[in-house]
């Protein structure tokens, strides 16, 4: 009988080894299989194998976010600020001479860094039509933008341009030779000196919109566009809302309305361009703030990193980007986040504007100058009037009805008219007229009295010749200056 319960199953006794059974010491594997996992415990496993490679993943990112987030380096020990010219009195002759004070110093603010952001449109031709100089101070967390209008005058290559036509002038983007020139421009006038440069196509601002899901904005008002041509139309209704990129795009480029066959309509800005600034300094504001929001910079990484690369002109590297950026997120405040316009007086055009050169000096020494030093008056080269030609004499009396300004010209609230002195600045000559001549140049002509007009006698009165119908004297032809600039283009162009 127990034969046959061994036979069939029963209890398997050890194999004899020396009379006793054979023990497994420890590390030495079990013969028999691993008891299978729950699902519970695969879930464990799972997790913490995932716990363990996002750790890994975020100890190195933390490691190479702090080595190539290392502050930039712009000082440069060569630079050297223009001297000064003062006059002074020879002891010895009592003469009055000229003497040159040397430079300020150069040494600059600790993290201080200056930034030219320029905005082009392929709907203006490449202009540079949106200019921005911005200043970040990173130990105290400010940033400082000064929009720089498009319509203002500048010395270019001995000749008075606008500003936004620099970049094209000077070649465009061949060979960097466009913006150089342009940054050389605006530190030439501001006085202040540019690290970097951010070339930005509109374009970007509508996909960089899409990518934070929208921002809420308040449109200040009614914009109806419709170019015909271009296939590109506006149309977006007062009062805070949340727009897409497309919409932000319509907001940014608006600046008149038209009716539904494209005939624009006299209905821009009141203060033209500027009041366009205004609405784009706004905008900027809402971006800024939504994107210094931890959850929406850091969640869709990848695709802001696509649209930088796709629609940016830097000289910005990798690890300047990650240092600005690791220096913003969660560190500066939209209360000090600060946009202003430069400090302008109309060129007496009623177009185009000029820089106030006091008002400038004050704006850039406050938030933009990286120097330890302010920044003086003669490191500024300002366009301070142009000569603009002459008014034609009417030869009938004249009218009461006044000449109408462009529609975009700049708001009379906000600019007194050109025989004022705006801003404790120099007055601006009405046209055809020019304050002090400069030393290569005599007085217009149109100041002297004309020989010819003079020296003809008036024929005397006959009875034939009723007074009343005798004709009046011939009106000499205005004299009129050369202008150097660039024909005045019109708002808008």
């Not at 952001?117 to 933008?145: E, I, K, R």
């Not at 609230?413 to 801003?423: A, E, G, L, V």
Request: hydrophobic fraction near 35%; charge should be negative; aromatic fraction near 6%.
């Amino acid at each position: 009988m127990s034969q046959e319960r061994d036979n069939k199953g029963g209890k398997r006794l050890p194999k004899e080894t020396g009379g006793a059974p054979r023990r497994r010491t420890a590390g030495q594997k079990s013969g028999s299989p691993r008891p299978k996992r729950t699902g519970k415990d695969l879930i464990r496993h799972r997790i913490f194998v995932v716990a363990t490679v996002v750790a890994a993943i975020i100890v190195a990112a933390f490691v190479l976010w702090n080595i190539f987030s290392a502050p930039p380096d712009v000082d440069t020990p060569n630079i050297t600020r223009p001297p000064q010219t003062t006059t002074t009195v020879d002891p010895e002759t009592g003469e009055e001479i000229e003497v040159e004070v040397p430079g300020l110093s150069a040494d600059r603010k600790k993290e201080f860094y200056t930034f030219l952001l320029v905005g082009q449109d392929t709907f203006g031709g490449g202009n540079t039509d949106t200019m921005m100089l911005a200043a970040y101070d990173v130990p105290n967390q400010t940033l400082n933008v000064m929009s720089l209008p498009r319509d203002t005058f500048v010395n270019y290559n001995g000749r008075k341009v606008l500003l936004n036509s620099v970049y094209n002038r000077a070649g465009g983007s061949r060979d960097g030779k466009g913006i150089a020139a342009l940054k050389k421009e605006v530190e030439e006038f501001t006085g202040i000196p540019v690290d970097y440069h951010v070339i930005v196509q509109w374009e970007a601002v509508g996909e960089l919109v899409n990518a934070i899901d929208g921002v809420e904005f308040d449109v200040p008002r009614r914009m109806y566009y419709n170019d015909l041509s271009q296939g590109f139309k506006i149309d977006l209704q007062p009062g805070m809302q949340h727009l897409n990129g497309e919409q932000a795009m319509q907001l940014i480029r608006w600046r008149h309305n038209s009716d539904d066959s494209g005939h624009i309509l006299n209905s821009g800005y009141a203060n033209g361009d500027l009041g366009r600034i205004q609405t784009q300094q706004d905008f900027m504001k809402a971006i800024i703030k939504k994107c210094l929001r931890p959850e929406v910079i850091l969640t869709n990484l990848g695709e802001y990193i696509t649209i930088f690369q796709k629609n940016v002109v830097t000289n910005l590297s990798v690890s300047n980007m990650t240092y600005f950026a690791k220096s913003a997120v969660g560190g500066l405040d939209m209360d000090n986040v600060e946009f202003i316009t430069m400090p302008w007086k109309n060129a007496g055009d009623g177009s185009h504007v000029l820089p106030v050169a006091s008002e400038l000096l004050k704006a850039v020494n406050a938030g933009f100058n990286p120097y330890k030093e302010d920044i003086r008056s003669h490191e500024l080269d300002i366009v301070t009037s142009i000569d603009l030609p002459a008014k034609s004499t009417p030869s009938a009396e004249p009218s009461e009805t006044p000449d109408t300004e462009p529609s975009e010209s700049p708001d009379a609230s906000q600019t007194p008219t050109p025989t004022n002195t705006p801003n404790g600045d120099e007055p601006v000559a009405p046209p055809g007229v020019t304050t002090t001549p400069r030393p290569s140049e005599s007085p217009k002509a149109s100041a002297a009295p004309n020989p010819s007009a003079s020296a003809e006698p008036s024929p005397a009165p006959a009875e034939s010749q009723p007074p009343a119908t005798a004709p009046p004297e011939p009106t000499p032809p205005p004299a009129t200056q050369p202008v150097e600039e660039e024909p005045l283009l019109p708002p808008g162009v």
